[in-house]
């Protein structure tokens, strides 16, 4: 199984800055995304990002807002712009390996004042 | 679109049996996994079906019926560590995105 850190793990930001979360990955991947859970809820898929091929966002996401990059299948970021205190959530990167088991990383605890 | 339903509590006794139910509704499907979060903690794959009938990997065990648009897990000899929250979770096609249920909360009593 991918083992996926993530940094920072977690963080307080102003209202207006914005924040760039690291995802690492110990091994290759194609597909990799990006959610975000708010305490005690479901997950949320903000964008999928496959290397080689731009980001698709979701229903409600924004390149604007959250801009995505995969250099290469081991690495990604997700900056979260101009940040708002709606914005304060737990961001999670994960990888599919095979055709459906999936793997998180320990991620991001954004807070926004 | 993609809608899960699965219920948002479960209560049950240490050494006993539960279940979580799922119900789904997907323009296309290709599997149904489940997946374990305890508080704090990333979530974790637990088990995945992509064919009628049950799959049992040790105390867990996963089921479906694609006709029903229906699955369930099943956890037996609960243990106080199974406490968390437990999520289905579909996917349209091999490659597609996976779309997460709300969750279970399942609490267990010594």
């Known amino acids: 199984s991918a083992v996926i850190s993530q940094k920072p793990s977690r963080d307080i930001c102003q209202r207006g800055t914005s924040l760039t979360i690291q995802c690492q990955v110990d091994?290759?991947?194609?597909?990799m995304f990006w959610y975000r859970q708010q305490p005690g809820q479901s997950l949320t898929l903000i964008a999928t990002?496959?290397?080689?091929?731009?980001?698709?966002?979701e229903s409600g996401f924004v390149i604007d807002k959250f801009p995505i990059s995969r250099p290469n299948l081991t690495f990604s970021t997700l900056t979260v712009s101009n940040m708002s205190p709606e914005d304060s959530s737990i961001y999670l990167c994960?990888?599919?390996?095979?055709?459906?088991?999936?793997?998180f990383g320990p991620g991001t605890r954004l807070t926004v004042t | 679109g993609q809608s899960l339903e699965q219920p948002s509590e479960v209560t049950a006794v240490e050494g006993a049996i539960v279940q979580i139910n799922c119900t789904y509704q997907?323009?296309?499907?290709?599997?149904l996994s489940w997946y374990q979060q305890h508080d704090g903690g990333a979530p974790t794959f637990l088990s995945y079906?992509?064919?009628?009938g049950l799959e049992e990997t040790g105390r867990f065990s996963s089921f479906l019926s694609r006709s029903d648009s229906y699955g369930y897990l099943l956890l037996q000899e609960l243990q106080m560590k199974d406490s968390a929250s437990y999520f289905c979770?579909?996917?349209?096609?091999?490659?597609?995105?996976?779309?997460f249920g709300k969750g279970t909360r399942l609490h267990i009593l010594p």
């Open positions: 091994s290759q991947v194609t597909m």
């Open positions: 990002a496959n290397q080689g091929s731009e980001a698709t966002y």
């Open positions: 079906n992509a064919l009628d």
């Open positions: 979770a579909v996917n349209g096609n091999r490659d597609d995105k996976i779309i």
């Open positions: 994960s990888v599919r390996q095979g055709f459906h088991e999936q793997y």
């Open positions: 997907t323009s296309g499907f290709y599997g």
